[in-house]
């Protein structure tokens, strides 16, 4: 009996719905904005979690970095990677002895011109040990990568980066041309592939990569600050490798306990998990006011409810003289309810998909749906409808049949 | 013969402000299967409460209402709507049909709350329309139907549950004289075809004077109840309040008694002819 009366519920709802296009439009549009919203929030704060995973994991897999601290002249102190701590043999000792350590690199950072046949630059230039490419899980597109022998001769090789080689030279298949770094010519032996825009919005591929022992000879001499990266052999032993790299450093450097390292590490894990906690943040609160929206989408569903019970006064008093039980009135209003709730959820996630393409093409994050974000909210706008259709279908099933039958 | 109705002391009291208003006061009276009963009275009787107790939609204040061997005076609001779909049909002055749903949806109406299914609503829906010969207007709304058709269709609505007692409220209160006589013509005949019993509230004689029995209602008594003159009864009464004291005066019109055109009557309940008195009640 149930389910004849549903059905019937329905019929009537959507004829309804009809009959008063303006005012059922009005009355989901909370509804069609709630659920689009908060569709449209998750998907695209799911595709920018992703985007900063992928952007993290480019940097290089389970990556540690170690920085110089401060160095200090007199008193004044240049802030943190510019002392000169960190040495070539430490990045090897870390490489040689810690076991949760896959590869450990030594890598210095200048900034400087470079100039082509055609063209000049001011790019990064990198010097680097043998594993530093493998570390940063990078390969070359053309030609080949820095080798043991390069590092070990001093050889005045380069690879390049995509975009430093189209800067100068306007082309990617730029091996065997000449690159003249601060007076020195230096042969491109390699191109490196697309490794695109990092966390922290730069071009990974604005580089030149020399051998550091290159670097030291011909570009900044022994005393530049070295950074060492280090892979661990797995994400689970990234805080394994930590540990077991900073008493190392520590034995190396002397340094006792209770006083200060000279020396910072950090893991990309951690960065990540910044980057998502705050996301994550941000998200939850655009959720929770997409929410408040849908709440109110369900005041609007409560107001038009109360005011089609009074106006269906005298049809409400036919159906109870006919013989409906005050559960069969309730049914057929809760029903009513659910379906602008139902029907404003639907288009809602049609709305949500829209908004989020659209917001996807603007900001340039993809937009990630999963069954449960077009699900759950759909859900979540049925329950409002339940909650809010609750007292107006309890004012239609309360009424008297005799002074329902004399409203006009 | 089988009693449908039997109300025994029936009292309604309301409360109006600070004010108890009688509407009902102490009201006997049985029904039998088969029969027609009219129920006339000046407004303000308590006419339209008696159908109203009569007919499930509101309870008596006290005494006792046996509706088909059941007890219905004490009965909960969802229990009351059992009975009125299980047992009682409606018929009322304004049709009160749903004025956004056709002829048909308006007859399936009734039973959606007994739980039939559509295809079997539609055909009984069908069948109910044909017999008030509305089978060409099934897909008409109310709006375009004429007021006779409209309470065809309220007939139709009535009927198609196949009710034990039929409750028409003024049902000719609406239409003309000519369609009056056409509504309580198919009436009467529905009546006699399916042996239905059927209580009519009305304050016009001429349409009282088609049931088989008239009872006049007074300040909330049974004061008249008589054999209607179709069925050898006396003309049908004026009643009229005489003195300070309330007494009642009937008072017979000498020329041409109401409803007494001569027709035959068809076979009247064989209990009719026994429970045949006046009440005096003052």
Redesign the interface.
Known sequence: MEAVIWLESMRIAMREMRRHPTRSCLTMLGVIFGVGAIIAVVSISQGAKIQIQDQIASIGTNMIIVLPESSAQGSMRSGAGTGNSLSIADGEAIGRECSAVARAATASRIITLAVSEVANWTTEVIGVTAQYLDVRNWSAEAGRVLDRKDIDTAAKVCVLGQTAAKQLFGRTDCVGDRVRIQGTPFLVVGVLAVKGQSPNGSDQDDTIIVPLSSAIRYLHGPDRPKAIVVSATSKETVALAMEQMASLLRQRHKIHEGQVDDFSIKSLEEAARMAEDTSNVLTRLLVAIAAISLLVGGIGIMNIMLVTVMERTREIGIRIALGASRQMIMSQFMVEAMTIAGVGGVLGILAGIGGSRILSQVSGWPAIYSPSLLILPLVFALTVGVIFGLLPARRASRMRPVESLRHE | MKKIVQLQDVRKTYLMGTNQVQALRGVDLDVAEGEFLAIMGASGSGKSTLL?VL?C??KPSSGTYVLDDQRVDRLD??EL??V???R?G?V?QSF???N?STALENVE??M???????RERMRRARAALETVGLAERMDHMPTQLSGGQQQRVALA?ALVTQPRLLLADEPTGNLDSRTSAEMMDLLTQLQRQERLTMIMVTHDPDIAAFAHRVIILHDGQIVYNRLSPAWGGPPIPHVKTVGRNGDIEFEFEDDEPAGGNGRVPHELPASLRLQEQVLWKQ
């Open positions: 109203n007919g939609l509101d609001e969802d709507a059992a009125r779909r299980l009682l409606f009322f009160n049909l749903l956004r109406l009734p959606i709350y007994l739980g039939v299914s559509r609505r």
